[in-house]
């Protein structure tokens, strides 16, 4: 049975960092996509950032040159590093996998960014 494990999330500060990170274990020959969403209360979920198999990003407008993903293959792991945090990022964030023909979430992980 394939799980993610979040973690990282947490209360900080207006302009502050939080590092995001999200661990696949479980039977998986080969992660092709590994992203991360989130969902505020009352809003839907959407894609906040992805990462590809060979590297190449895509991120959400509201979060490009402040967010940034990564992935540690060997460790079947992918991060999210947010810096300069607003209010409007509080949300629960989700990482996603795209491995062997399934998707896969994690439950998800609780960012406050208030004051």
């Known amino acids: 049975q394939v799980q993610l494990v979040e973690s990282g999330g947490g209360l900080v500060q207006p302009g502050g960092s939080l590092r995001l990170s999200c661990a696949a274990s479980?039977?998986?020959?080969?992660?092709?996509?590994m992203e991360w969403y989130r969902q505020a209360p009352g809003r839907e979920r959407k894609l906040v950032a992805r990462?590809?198999?060979?590297?190449?990003?895509t991120y959400a407008d509201s979060v490009k040159g402040r967010f940034t993903i990564s992935r540690d293959n060997a460790k079947r792991t992918v991060y999210l590093q947010m810096n300069s945090l607003k209010p409007e990022d509080t949300a629960v964030y989700y990482c996603?996998?795209?491995?062997?023909?399934?998707?896969?979430w994690g439950k998800g992980t609780l960012v406050t960014v208030s004051s």
């Open positions: 996603r996998i795209v491995a062997d023909g399934f998707q896969y």
């Open positions: 479980g039977r998986i020959s080969s992660i092709i996509v």
């Open positions: 990462i590809g198999s060979d590297g190449t990003t």
